[in-house]
């Protein structure tokens, strides 16, 4: 499975932005789609899930009522719509895809995207 994130770019501090990611490839491997970040200088960290069966989503706390995690199954595409912008949400984003959601959700997935940078101007 191969994984493109893309959307990301500069923002100024209570904006949005949204993030996509397109698997390719042997996509049924990939029954989980999640998004993670890292920041310069800090380990990478969860930002949310997706279950592509039933849409079950699951969100970090510090993005819960921010950020929405949705997909798009004819398009094998999962997209991130992150609103109320913060400066500490500059990172670097990363999806990643698995079969099972504890794995994804643990940094554990099978597959990964190459990164695009989201910065946020205070």
């Known amino acids: 499975v191969q994984l493109q994130a893309s959307g990301g770019g500069l923002v100024q501090a209570g904006g949005s932005l949204g993030l996509s990611c397109a698997a390719s490839?042997?996509?049924?491997?990939?029954?989980?789609m999640a998004w993670f970040r890292q920041a310069p200088g800090k380990e990478r960290e969860f930002v949310a899930a997706?279950?592509?069966?039933?849409?079950?989503?699951d969100y970090a706390d510090f993005v819960k009522g921010r950020f929405t995690i949705s997909r798009d199954n004819a398009k094998n595409t999962v997209y991130l719509q992150m609103n109320s912008l913060r400066p500490v949400d500059t990172a670097v984003y990363y999806c990643?895809?698995?079969?099972?959601?504890?794995?994804?959700?643990?940094?554990?997935?099978?597959?990964w995207g190459q990164g695009t940078q989201v910065t946020v101007s205070s």
């Open positions: 490839g042997r996509t049924f491997s990939s029954a989980v």
């Open positions: 990643a895809a698995g079969p099972l959601l504890r794995t994804v959700r643990n940094g554990r997935g099978e597959f």
């Open positions: 997706i279950t592509l069966s039933r849409g079950t989503t």
